[in-house]
């Protein structure tokens, strides 16, 4: 683990607050943000290039002269190159392409007067560099993740030094991005500086592209911000991005030893398909699966399916019978082939003191309890599945048949671990081990209901503090007092539902949406119940972009 060499390393950071179209507002925010951005990567002693290695471009409406200047900083990055955008998304074309506004972009017409991403990308990997990070705080920045930014001629499998791309945007494919006012930075940008400026606590010497990736995505999530999505080709993940801020003082004033100093070069992130154990030896329950049911199974479906092709090669079968049973048996053996997997490598869960594991076919899950909410027992499809709530849980598969893998549960956006059903051990089994082990978590995944009065009955207060800040884009808290930031968030669902109701009825606030303060999020409370708790709900006027 390394920072980027800085004398072989280029930044571009290209934002637009000015825009001739009505249609799209304007984004002071961005300057402000590029401004500071620069200001952190470029910081004599926490940034990794020097000033002269990081172009910024603001306003830049002529595309030929923007082009000239990221092919030229682009063609002298050898070790990093770092490219970043910050403005109004734009959808046009007929496969409904991103493209990123310029002052004179027109909202409905981008395709002749907007930067496309996809020519950005090409100039991209043209690009010699080794290392490639693309950063997109724009709405619907998501879209871009369907291509992954990779190249076959920089792909050299098996190497120590740090060789992929990296691409993380500010919101999902069909999301707006948000500029709350009052804030000096974009809502994304804004939490991104705030992670480089204050650091990770516990997050090792420098912070990963990846660390800070997973710490946006819960900060954002907590404040009901718009959640930042990323893809990343080979070991993008390593790429570092500055010094870690938060590393105790003590740590780093005293001297290391060689070998001290390459430990603490490895930043812990977490690696959800870790092929090692996660939990410390002899801290931990092992349950393994039913390995006689699984062979068989594989010796039933195996002469099932051989019966059925043998009948479908008989001479005297009719044609269409053939087909019928040819297309049957195959099945059947492609079942047996999936079913004899299972019986070579049987699943094995393991509950320990450091987290969950799951040994499967298509590989091992691992899941420490630092992300995970909450883990619980429950019926699907009338067997018992420990089932887990995490933030992450959307980067497992939906379906993992034969593997017998997690696999996510869109409607209550929750992990499947595993069925209990085919392991040698008991439901009541499981559930000692998660009780004991899980800190708390076991049975904590019952939302917390929100405080008597957060009821669709007592909502005129808030409501009028809503129709307040439509006026005058001031941001004010809701007089409610949370426990917790759970809690908080509960409340906050059902004041956007009842929000959107009043908006049914008139347009009330259309631009007022709710979220979750912490002290995470920066600045102070503004409650006498945020100054004892450290929770408020807030109402803030968002402006699109």
Not at 112 to 135: C, G, H, Q, T, W
Request: aromatic share 6%.
């Amino acid at each position: 683990m390394r920072l980027p060499d800085p004398d072989r390393s280029r930044l571009v950071l290209i934002g637009t607050t000015h825009y001739a179209d009505e249609r799209l507002p304007d984004l002071p925010a961005v300057e402000r943000s590029l401004a500071d951005l620069a200001r952190v990567f470029t910081d004599p002693q926490k940034g990794i290039v020097p000033a002269g290695n990081c172009t910024t471009i603001v306003d830049e409406g002529d595309i030929r002269r923007l082009g000239r200047t990221l092919r030229s900083s682009m063609s002298q990055a050898e070790d990093l190159l770092l490219v970043y955008y910050a403005g109004h998304g734009l959808v046009g074309g007929k496969r409904h392409e991103l493209y990123l506004a310029l002052p004179d972009s027109e909202w409905d017409s981008p395709e002749f007067s907007a930067l496309e991403y996809e020519k950005l990308r090409s100039a991209i990997l043209d690009s010699p560099a080794s290392n490639k990070v693309v950063i997109l705080d724009c709405c619907f920045s998501g879209r871009v993740l369907a291509d992954l930014m990779s190249d076959s001629a920089t792909s050299v499998l098996g190497q120590i030094d740090v060789h992929g791309t990296y691409v993380l945007t500010s919101a999902q494919r069909d999301q707006v991005a948000l500029a709350l006012p009052g804030e000096e930075h974009t809502a994304f940008t804004g939490r991104l500086l705030n992670l480089l400026e204050t650091g990770i606590e516990d997050g090792g010497e420098f912070l990963t592209i990846e660390s800070v990736y997973q710490r946006l995505r819960l900060v954002m999530r907590s404040e009901g911000l718009p959640t930042p999505e990323k893809r990343a080709t080979r070991t993008a993940e390593l790429i570092a991005l500055t010094r870690n801020r938060q590393l105790p003082a003590t740590e780093a004033s005293l001297p290391r030893s060689p070998e001290a100093v390459k430990s603490h070069e490895t930043v812990e992130v977490w690696d959800p398909f870790r092929q090692s154990r996660g939990n410390a030896e002899n801290e931990y329950l092992s349950f393994e699966a039913h390995r006689r049911l699984y062979w068989i199974n594989t010796a039933l479906s195996g002469v099932l399916g051989a019966g059925l092709i043998i009948g479908a090669l008989l001479p005297e079968t009719a044609l269409g019978w053939r087909v019928v049973l040819a297309v049957v048996g195959a099945l059947v053996l492609l079942f047996c082939v999936g079913i004899f997997g299972m019986a070579r490598r049987p699943l094995r869960l393991e509950i320990g003191r450091q987290g969950v594991q799951l040994f499967a076919r298509s590989g091992t899950s691992w899941l420490p309890w630092a992300v995970l909410d909450a883990v619980t027992i429950e019926r699907i499809g009338g067997a018992h599945h420990v089932v887990a709530t995490l933030t992450e849980a959307e980067i497992f598969p939906d379906f993992d048949i034969f593997g017998g893998g997690p696999r996510f549960l869109e409607r209550t956006r929750r992990l499947d671990v595993c069925s209990i059903s085919v392991l040698r051990a008991g439901r009541h089994e499981i559930a000692r081990a998660l009780l004991s082990y899980s800190g708390g978590r076991f049975g904590a995944g019952i939302s917390p209901r929100p405080p008597i009065d957060m009821s669709s009955e007592h909502w005129d207060d808030v409501i009028a503090t809503a129709e307040a800040v439509e006026q005058d884009r001031l941001q004010r808290p809701v007089d409610r007092r949370f426990s917790n930031p759970e809690q908080a968030a509960v409340a906050r669902d059902a004041l956007i539902r009842q929000l959107r109701v009043e908006s049914g009825k008139k347009e009330t606030a259309p631009h007022v949406r709710p979220w979750v303060w912490t002290p995470r999020s920066g600045g102070a409370p503004l409650t006498e119940h945020g100054r004892e708790t450290g929770v408020e709900l807030r109402l803030s006027y968002y402006t699109n972009h």
